[in-house]
């Protein structure tokens, strides 16, 4: 069971339509448009952090908001278009990156800074292959079931990490490296799981057969 589906997930989701979608709805605002604001919210996740990171604690739940309330109005209101599953699966990715760049400022001032940032990359490419993955999966017919590292789990697993590095005082460090290696290890393992596990299913499925090419026409 993934998280949007958890009893947890049901109850946001159930405040969202409750609060936030008649909101949306009085101001005319489309799915696409929410999608375009939690972009430009995500694009000032990295200098919010850059002042403290409950700032950047705050603009990742704004733009995480927008996510999820973007496809909430693309159900409800009948709006949901192929373009707008691409646009908002793409600015996803941007947002992704732009969540661990401000994460990666807070360490501007470690004394370990190189090796902070090798391991960000490492964590930004496993965080990438995930969504990959599932993508090529979903494309070659498959199906991807939610997965430990999902991204609503990521989001989650963001925030928190955010709250305690702003509540930390002395241990700030800690919680930073720490959190740090538990995000890449569980994006790692996550990623492991859909390509070996999930990925080798493909084998069963039946295989997709091309039409037959058609010979041009002779002048």
Known sequence: MGLRTSRLGRGYYRTLA???LPLARGLGLG???ITVAGLAVACLVPPAFA???LWGLAAMALSGLADSLDGLVSREMGL????GALLDSSTDRVADVFYLVGFWLLFRDDPHFVPATALFFAAMTATLLISYI???I???GGSCPS???SREARTVYLLVWALAA???QEGRSAVLWGGLWLYLVLCLLTAGHRLLRVGRSLDNLAPVRKPPSRKPDSA
């Open 18 to 20: 409750a609060c936030v």
């Open 31 to 33: 799915p696409n448009g």
């Open 51 to 53: 002042l403290h990171p």
């Open 80 to 83: 949901s278009t192929r373009f």
């Open 134 to 136: 599932k993508a090529r």
């Open 138 to 140: 979903e494309g070659l």
């Open 147 to 149: 997965a430990l590292m």
């Open 166 to 168: 702003g509540l930390a």
